[in-house]
Nanobody, 123 residues
Framework: QVHLVESGGGLVQPGGSLRLSCVASGTYDKAWFRQAPGKEREFVAAVRWGTTTTVYADSVKGRFTISRDSTKTTVYLQMNNLRPEDTAVYYC????????????????????WGQGTQVTVSS
């Protein structure tokens, strides 16, 4: 069975940084999504299996960085210059096979999900 385990959420002031981690062994492409109260889950960033190709939502481009460790089982989301609108529950997701580039942003393409970790940006 595949289990995704996230860590690293918390409370941070605007302009601060956090790094999320997710152990996602047994998955291929990996992504982060987030869901704020009263809103739909939205794509944040993804990294393709076996490549260095990354994709970002426009709202986080230049502030967030997705990466993997050398074993390719752990995926990270480095979040810098955080804003109050980044407040959400962040979910790690993994696919059961390789996805085409245009599908990386769709939550429907990911089979495996973590339990979510809360990120709150507030002064």
């Amino acid at each position: 069975q595949v289990h995704l385990v996230e860590s690293g959420g918390g409370l941070v002031q605007p302009g601060g940084s956090l790094r999320l981690s997710c152990v996602a062994s047994g998955t291929y492409d990996k992504a982060w999504f987030r869901q704020a109260p009263g809103k739909e889950r939205e794509f944040v960033a993804a990294v393709r299996w076996g490549t260095t190709t990354t994709v970002y939502a426009d709202s986080v481009k230049g502030r967030f960085t997705i990466s993997r460790d050398s074993t390719k089982t752990t995926v990270y989301l480095q979040m810098n210059n955080l804003r109050p609108e980044d407040t959400a529950v962040y979910y790690c997701a993994g696919s059961s096979g390789r996805l085409i580039l245009s599908s990386l942003r769709s939550s429907l393409q990911y089979t495996y999900w973590g339990q979510g970790t809360q990120v709150t940006v507030s002064s």
